[in-house]
RNA sequence: CGGGGCGUAGCGCAGCCCGGUAGCGCGCCUGCUUUGGGAGCAGGAUGUCGGAGGUUCAAAUCCUCUCGCCCCGACCA
């Protein structure tokens, strides 16, 4: 293509509105702009780039037995009232309505509507296992869209659902996928790592996130250097303490904190290590207010507490449900001697602390050396914490990190989830019933993309890997002399023979304005032009990413650009 | 949803406090010169000052309402 002929307006300034570097670097090489809050034009250079990371994964898709469909982006209600999404998804999902007042939503995700067509299609397990996907944009009504492609209110995602006899095949077909995100995200270029994960709105029993790693990211990793385990924090287990405090108990007394409510307020007037203090929060789910005991330097990990509880969400209670439960203000809860009967919770390290600091259920005191069982009774132990950078890993294969990543891909392994909800049965081999076992497999292509971006980029601008690049080579000529113009042409053409994807920059522009657009645009080969290399019989070729430039005769460009491509080590 | 910030030319911004002809840089158009890392000179075009209402002789500027966008936070007691 030619730069001439392709609407690629690059920004010399960094734009105001965008703050993360794939952001920025998209708007100011002409490959994005914005719509709306959240929602975005692809242009042809972020198109071609999307378009890349689509063909790596229907080719993969397509390898692992996957076949490719469309479904509808708009999806009647009656189907996700079925499920109980309609109302469960809350107000991320896009409503509307159709003239005649029927509700419609935007397609978050495709469950319900590929399960509606399995159940009506598919009758037989003579048909599965069968796995379906398609590309397509998705909607989702962010409470905080942002970072341009990496949080959308639209975006496109590669979404492919599995159905399978039993639970078995539904593994089978698991692994399938697994296997092939492994290869996407290798063949993008990118440095990720698979994490277990939890199942969040969408459900079900197994899951593993693929995250690239950068610091950008806005999901935590949890990993051990040396092992094998990984996951995403919201997931990560701690396993409990496997030594007590030898401390001998002391007498409980109570102490006055005026006005000490937080756990620096309280250690510091205290002059105690926030490990002593446990700190009394107070829960909400749908039926009861509970409490949970965290020990000072833990935080609550509220994704662990609601599945142990077995509800969709839990919220901490307001200061007025802390005051009728408590009989203090926010800041001074404790589990002794509690006014209401609640039910406490525990993190397992609570059980291997003694001589607690906690809040006295009275306002500006709290109690030292409270202990378990001596003081206040616990109902339940359980995990109930974040990972934290130096926890011991729940497979016992060395200490835990902490790493930013973010999320390009997720699997779930759904089970009947869906099946049984929306009655998606198919006859065995006895001729029985049975429900459909599923599982769901999503990546965002243009989330992909951003992420790429993040991880591959220096000052001067994005630094493609080739497979996702939007052109392979971007050619340079630096004069309008006859020469350079004549070689430029013939290079092009004989790159293009060759399959090779080139940009050729026609402009009439100074080298140092094609310099630094290539270098923004970052392809990962630039072919230069001028009149002095020529003379010498040679034309220059720059590896983008070490910046090694080769001088070389025109006659061994297409030679050498090939088995840069192609070859084995593209990390020219 | 809460807090903060911002909407003025294609982009980045000044002007607003203290009302009085709407500016700067880059970009864009024309011409000449230039041509290996964002050229020089000369000439030129470009604005419902986010929108609506109000105050005033007069509003980008003051007041009210509204829309949009960005950032942070969304409860760790």
């Keep these: 293509m030619r730069t001439t002929q392709m609407l690629i307006p690059t920004l010399r300034d960094d734009p105001g509105e965008a703050e993360t570097v794939s952001h920025r670097l998209m708007l100011r090489a002409g490959m994005i702009r914005k719509v709306a809050a959240g929602v975005?034009?692809?242009?042809?250079?972020?198109?071609?780039?999307?378009?890349?990371?689509e063909g790596i994964v229907r080719e993969e898709m397509n390898r692992a037995g996957a076949q490719e469909l469309l479904m509808p982006i708009a999806s009647p209600a009656e189907l996700w009232r079925e499920t109980g999404r309609w109302d469960f998804y809350g107000k991320e999902l896009f409503r509307f309505k159709d003239r005649h007042e029927r509700d419609f939503c935007l397609g978050p995700t495709h469950e319900e509507v590929?399960?509606?067509?399995?159940?009506?299609?598919?009758?037989?397990?003579?048909?599965?296992?069968?796995?379906?996907?398609?590309?397509?944009?998705?909607?989702?009504?962010?409470?905080?869209?942002?970072?341009?492609?990496?949080?959308?209110?639209?975006?496109?995602?590669?979404?492919?659902?599995?159905?399978?006899?039993?639970?078995?095949?539904?593994?089978?077909?698991?692994?399938?996928?697994?296997?092939?995100?492994?290869?996407?995200?290798?063949?993008?270029?990118?440095?990720?790592?698979?994490?277990?994960a939890d199942t969040g709105l969408i459900g079900g029993d197994v899951s593993h996130e693929f995250m690239v790693l950068a610091?950008?990211?806005?999901?935590?990793?949890?990993?051990?250097?040396?092992?094998?385990?990984?996951?995403?924090?919201?997931?990560?287990?701690?396993?409990?303490?496997?030594?007590?405090?030898?401390?001998?108990?002391?007498?409980?007394?109570?102490?006055?904190?005026?006005?000490?409510?937080?756990?620096?307020?309280?250690?510091?007037?205290?002059?105690?290590?926030p490990r002593q203090l446990v700190k009394t929060l107070l829960y909400k789910t749908g039926q009861e207010?509970?409490?949970?005991?965290?020990?000072?330097?833990?935080?609550?990990?509220?994704?662990?507490?609601?599945?142990?509880?077995?509800?969709?969400?839990?919220?901490?209670?307001?200061?007025?449900?802390?005051?009728?439960?408590?009989?203090?203000?926010?800041?001074f809860a404790g589990p002794v001697d509690l006014k209401t009967k609640v039910r406490v919770l525990a993190d397992h390290a609570i059980k291997a602390t003694r001589n607690m600091v906690v809040g006295a259920n009275q306002p500006d005191a709290h109690l030292v050396n409270a202990n378990l069982d001596r003081d206040f009774k616990v109902d339940q132990f359980a995990d109930?914490?974040?990972?934290?950078?130096?926890?011991?890993?729940?497979?016992?294969?060395?200490?835990?990190?902490?790493?930013k990543g973010i999320e390009v891909g997720q699997v779930f392994l759904l089970g009947t989830k869906y099946s049984k909800k929306m009655n998606a049965t198919i006859l065995d081999a006895q001729g029985q019933e049975r429900l459909a076992v599923m599982g769901c497999y999503g990546i965002g292509v243009?989330?992909?993309?951003?992420?790429?971006?993040?991880?591959?980029?220096?000052?001067?601008?994005?630094?493609?890997?080739?497979?996702?690049?939007?052109?392979?080579?971007?050619?340079?000529p630096l004069s309008q002399?006859?020469?350079?113009?004549?070689?430029?042409?013939?290079?092009y053409d004989q790159l293009g023979r060759a399959g090779i994807e080139v940009l050729w920059d026609d402009r009439d522009e100074r080298a140092g304005v094609k310099f630094n657009d290539a270098d923004l645009i970052g392809?990962?080969?630039?072919?230069?032009?001028?009149d002095k290399g020529l003379a010498q019989g040679h034309v220059e070729l720059k590896t983008r990413k070490t910046g090694t430039v080769s001088k070389l005769p025109p006659s061994e460009v297409v030679g050498t650009v090939s088995s840069w491509i192609n070859g084995p080590s593209t990390g020219h």
């Excluded at 975005?40 to 990371?53: D, F, H, M």
């Design 114 to 196: 590929i399960t509606d067509l399995i159940r009506r299609e598919v009758r037989s397990y003579r048909h599965l296992p069968l796995n379906c996907y398609q590309i397509q944009t998705k909607f989702r009504d962010e409470i905080r869209p942002r970072f341009g492609l990496m949080r959308g209110r639209e975006f496109i995602m590669k979404d492919a659902y599995s159905f399978d006899k039993d639970e078995a095949g539904a593994q089978l077909s698991y692994q399938k996928m697994y296997d092939a995100y492994q290869r996407i995200f290798t063949r993008c270029g990118l440095t990720f790592r698979a994490v277990e």
């Design 481 to 491: 002399s006859t020469a350079v113009q004549e070689q430029a042409a013939h290079l």
């Design 446 to 476: 243009s989330r992909t993309a951003a992420a790429a971006i993040e991880q591959n980029h220096d000052a001067k601008g994005i630094i493609w890997p080739v497979p996702i690049a939007p052109f392979h080579v971007h050619l340079l």
């Design 289 to 331: 207010v509970l409490v949970v005991l965290i020990r000072g330097d833990h935080e609550v990990n509220e994704v662990k507490l609601a599945r142990l509880l077995g509800v969709n969400e839990v919220t901490l209670a307001s200061p007025l449900d802390v005051q009728v439960t408590t009989n203090a203000p926010v800041g």
């Design 523 to 530: 392809a990962p080969f630039h072919l230069v032009i001028g």
């Design 384 to 403: 109930l914490r974040n990972a934290q950078a130096g926890d011991p890993s729940p497979r016992g294969d060395g200490r835990l990190t902490l790493a």
């Design 215 to 273: 610091e950008t990211g806005e999901a935590t990793v949890v990993y051990t250097d040396h092992g094998t385990y990984a996951a995403n924090l919201e997931r990560a287990e701690v396993p409990p303490p496997t030594e007590s405090d030898p401390a001998p108990l002391q007498p409980i007394k109570a102490v006055s904190t005026p006005n000490k409510r937080t756990v620096e307020e309280v250690t510091s007037f205290l002059n105690i290590s």
């Design 40 to 53: 975005y034009t692809y242009l042809p250079l972020g198109l071609r780039v999307i378009r890349k990371v």
